[in-house]
């Protein structure tokens, strides 16, 4: 089993930053990729950020050139910048496995104008 555990989350004003970690623990061994999600009231769950064990990096429209995904041994960094309202949201961390995908409890996010 793999256990997903993030943090980083909160209150901060249009135009700042904010830094969201992921911590992995457990089975790692089996994990290809890992990401961040998020969710909006409302809204279906999207894709943020990805990035693999080679280090291939893929971002979502909506936040390329703002945000930055890395990753230290068994930590996911998502460095925010230049936050906007919309990007508030629940933001989950994803562990990509070769059969399983393991999900975060979820890190809120809110941005204010």
């Known amino acids: 089993q793999v256990r997903l555990v993030e943090s980083g989350g909160g209150l901060v004003q249009a135009g700042g930053s904010l830094r969201l970690s992921c911590a992995a623990s457990g089975s790692i061994f089996s994990i290809n990729a890992m990401g961040w999600y998020r969710q909006a009231p409302g809204k279906q769950r999207e894709l943020v950020a990805t990035i693999t064990s080679g280090g291939s990096i893929n971002y979502a429209d909506s936040v390329k050139g703002r945000f930055t995904i890395s990753q230290r041994k068994d930590t996911v960094y998502l460095q925010m910048n230049s936050l906007k309202p919309e990007d508030t949201a629940v933001y989950y961390c994803?562990?990509?496995?070769?059969?399983?995908?393991?999900w975060g409890q979820g890190t809120q996010v809110t941005v204010s104008s």
């Open positions: 994803n562990a990509h496995g070769r059969y399983y995908d393991y």
